[in-house]
């Protein structure tokens, strides 16, 4: 199959807007190339093998976001909404993003962002791997193993460190976790790995569903995660002890409504995707909604809100 490549080069603090309008045209998945992010991820030598050094050498602080579409007779429309949208939005008119088109073919995509996609630590035990990787682990390292393929859920971006993390910290043996917008899977699977009894990730993109599946597969945890294709809460059933969601502010302000009947008493709320200008707007709905504020954590300009229902 071949895809449409859609490149748009940009600030951090547009990544949020434009990711949106990418996934409202109907990207199959995003990849986002941050130059701040593989300098620091290259600066530890626990967490990274060898990275080629032209990806580090970068004077820009800017961004690419990266959106892949599936060759389609709609192809040529949906690439010139992409541009009307970020040419017209209110706010983007004004730093005119610069946007470039390419097609490439299944190969030549998946051996173009592997190199950015190297085994690394998160948290205290917890070893994100690609499959075409060799790691050798430590006593008590718990190792996940992921092909992300067009979900892009590789487990460097901020927000799916910072919920790894939190996910490690609050996960007891036994409990039930729902992982809402799951993505590639990466945080089910964690869950699971800790020692989750019961997890239900839910995504309402075909291809997350798909990667989740086969990443739940490969890291042999489907007795425990069952992956769902829906909207948000709509498709879970019951209560969890956990539920942890990686997703953009606006639609985490959306679903709070709905938390209370689907957490537990006492129950924990992880919620990321939040860029730092936003956390008020969360934080105000949380509140309103009876739940109490743990804690806000930041990475870069990204937050997490953990929220009890206590």
């Not at 130059?35 to 626990?46: A, G, K, M, V």
């Not at 209370?260 to 909604?289: D, Q």
Request: with cysteine; proline share 3%.
């Amino acid at each position: 199959m071949n895809w449409a490549e859609v490149q748009i080069k940009t600030t951090p603090e547009y990544e949020e807007l434009i990711s949106s309008i990418l996934y409202d045209v109907g990207a199959s998945g995003l990849a986002i190339e941050d130059p701040r992010d593989i300098l620091e991820l290259s600066q530890s030598q626990e967490s990274w093998t060898i990275i080629d050094p032209d990806l580090i050498n970068v004077e820009s602080d800017d961004i690419l976001i990266k959106a892949y579409f599936a060759e389609a007779e709609d192809l040529d429309y949906r690439i010139q909404e992409i541009k009307y949208r970020i040419n017209n939005n209110h706010v983007l008119k004004e730093v005119q993003p610069e946007i470039t088109v390419t097609m490439v073919d299944d190969e030549e995509f998946a051996e173009n962002w592997k190199k950015y996609y190297k085994p690394t630590r998160i948290g205290e035990r917890i070893i994100i791997k690609p499959t075409w990787e060799d790691y050798t682990l430590k006593e008590d390292d718990i190792l996940i193993e992921l092909d992300p393929g067009m979900a892009f859920g590789t487990g460097t971006h901020e927000t799916t460190i910072l919920c790894t993390e939190a996910l490690e910290r609050f996960v007891r043996a036994g409990d039930i976790v729902y992982d809402i917008g799951c993505g590639s899977g990466i945080l089910s699977i964690v869950a699971a790995k800790l020692g989750a009894k019961k997890v239900v990730a839910v995504d309402l993109d075909e291809v997350c569903v798909k990667v989740s599946n086969d990443n739940i597969k490969l890291n042999q945890v489907e007795d425990i995660v069952e992956v769902k294709k829906g909207n948000l809460l709509d498709v879970v059933e019951g209560k969890a002890n956990i539920i942890v969601s990686n997703i953009i502010a606006e639609i985490i302000v959306e679903m709070v409504k709905d938390l209370k009947y689907h957490l537990e008493a006492r129950g924990t709320f992880i919620a990321s995707g939040i860029i730092e200008e936003k956390i008020p707007m969360v934080e105000k709905s949380l509140m309103e909604n009876g739940f109490k504020i743990l804690e806000i954590t930041k990475k870069n300009e990204w937050a997490m809100i953990i929220a009890t229902n206590d």
